[in-house]
């Protein structure tokens, strides 16, 4: 039976994704076994047996199984010698073989194919194929001219590199200082250029860390911004979509600041009134209900006041620990007043408002003279001035370590608890002019000291 030609021509543009296992349902028999004839026709080096076996292993389907079968072949090509010692040949007594993998979640199917002593002459055809084959096939077909064209675009760019450094036409991002083609540099709105590796990095760093409303120029001084467009054409869809997440989330907390609640367990966010006391989480994967001001579990909270809660040893303990803990960590900007908690880099701190301040002192500060300039070894006191020091060391505070010591000792010893509480009322938030919770005050032990100061 000769296969009519129009079967191999894209006809029909499938946005379905056949290359999703999990949605994927089993086919009917027929379908497996022009599926199968359809692999040997595609694959004559390989045997009947294995192709049939990855077939079956992957539900029948045609598309997901020649892509698996695919990237095993291209695997194999591209770890063969340049010189071809790795081909086939007839004279060779090894045989040669590819490695089929195939991997989702928690399945996994390995096998290893040999290849044929010669190919296969002779395969079935059909000049009628099943609707869901004939489906499958055109979106293979749809996807491999995609991979194609992708191919063909990365090939032209670095052609296009090669010519640019040939040329010495390279542009230096204004960023990271190394020098790209210009189709590999993305701009702010005022044409500042910075290469889109850059851009990610920095994207990344502020939805997921600082959580700005918008993306300015690296540059400094630009208060521009990046372009929609540019963001689109850049950025992964994972920090694009955290990112206008993020916006949504700062739009809601300015217009309605007073309404908006966290939920102390999972910080899903929330439009509560604000007369209402009990919070119920409506994140379908936590859904616990606390009490907006005190943040106890509300199962904990019934027919008590905020104050008869907290009264009780543990939870007064536990939540005076994390208190004071949180207290020596937590910087609040000078300017708005926003927290922040630095867990690496430089003690130049930066706000999202644009005002700078010492983490040490908490002093505001415009450039680096707030810090001491004399040389030492890292961590140790100057002995000629009292300023702050730039870098510090990454050591745990004792007191910290005490704190928590105390913590675990309270909960089975009656003169723990009286001893840890007694503790925890003396230990006070630190002041302006102290570091962080340790009784010496070392300012030598709060970061990690890192090349680059971070952003908040």
């Known amino acids: 039976i000769k296969q009519g030609k129009g079967n191999r021509d894209l006809s029909v543009q499938v946005t379905e994704d056949l290359f999703d296992y999990a949605k994927l349902a089993t086919v009917g028999p027929e379908v497996v076994m022009q599926a199968a004839d359809l692999l040997m026709a595609d694959f004559r080096m390989l045997s009947c047996q294995d192709i049939k076996w990855a077939l079956n292993a992957l539900k029948g389907h045609y598309a997901i199984t020649r892509k698996a079968l695919c990237e095993a072949l291209k695997k194999w090509q591209e770890s063969g010698d340049p010189s071809g010692k790795r081909r086939r040949s007839r004279t060779s007594s090894e045989r040669c073989y590819i490695d089929f993998h195939f991997e989702h979640g928690s399945l996994k199917f390995d096998k290893r194919m040999f290849f044929l002593e010669n190919d296969r002459r002779y395969c079935r055809t059909y000049s009628n194929l099943e609707a869901s084959l004939q489906k499958e096939l055109s979106f293979y077909q749809q996807k491999a001219k995609e991979w194609a064209e992708h191919e063909d675009f990365l090939l032209a760019l670095q052609v296009n590199e090669d010519e640019y450094k040939k040329d010495g036409q390279l542009i230096e991002c204004g960023c990271c200082y190394g020098e790209f083609a210009f189709e ?31 993306l300015s120029c690296m540059e400094g001084g630009c208060p521009c911004s990046y372009p929609v467009c540019e963001l689109e054409k850049v950025l ?21 600041a007073d309404e908006l609640v966290r939920c102390p367990f999972c910080n899903f966010p929330a439009l509560l009134d604000k007369d209402m006391s009990l919070f119920s989480c409506p994140n379908p994967r936590c ?39 949180t207290a020596a960590r937590v910087r609040k900007c000078v300017k708005c007043g926003t927290g922040l ?16 301040m010492c983490y040490l002192c908490r002093e505001p500060i415009t450039g680096y003279n707030h810090f001491c300039q004399h040389a030492r070894s890292p961590g140790a006191p100057c002995r ?39 503790h925890l009322h003396s230990l006070t938030p630190p002041a302006p002019d102290t570091d962080c919770l340790a009784a010496s005050g070392d300012r030598s032990s709060e970061s990690l000291a890192n090349k680059r100061s971070n952003r908040f």
């Not at 992964?236 to 309605?256: D, F, G, M, S």
């Not at 907290?310 to 005076?320: F, G, K, N, Q």
């Not at 745990?396 to 309270?410: D, H, K």
């Open 184 to 214: 590999k540099m993305t701009q702010c709105s005022d044409g500042h250029l910075f290469c889109k590796e850059c851009l990610v990095k920095y994207a990344q760093e502020a939805v997921f860390g600082s959580g700005k409303l918008e």
């Open 236 to 256: 992964p869809e994972n920090i694009l979509c955290k990112y206008y997440e993020r916006q949504a989330e700062e739009a809601v907390a300015a217009t309605c």
């Open 341 to 356: 908690v630095k867990s690496e880099g430089c003690n130049r701190m930066s706000c999202r408002c644009g005002s700078f």
């Open 287 to 325: 859904r616990k209900e606390s009490c907006r001001k005190c943040h106890v579990q509300w199962k904990q909270h019934v027919g008590k006041t905020c104050e008869q809660v907290l009264e009780r040893d543990e939870i007064r303990m536990r939540v005076l620990f994390e208190e004071r803990m």
């Open 384 to 422: 000629h001035c009292r300023k702050c020091s730039l870098w510090t060391d990454p050591t745990v505070r004792p007191c910290v370590a005490t704190v928590f010591l105390s913590y675990l000792f309270c909960r089975c010893s009656p003169l723990g608890r009286s001893s840890f509480s007694n």
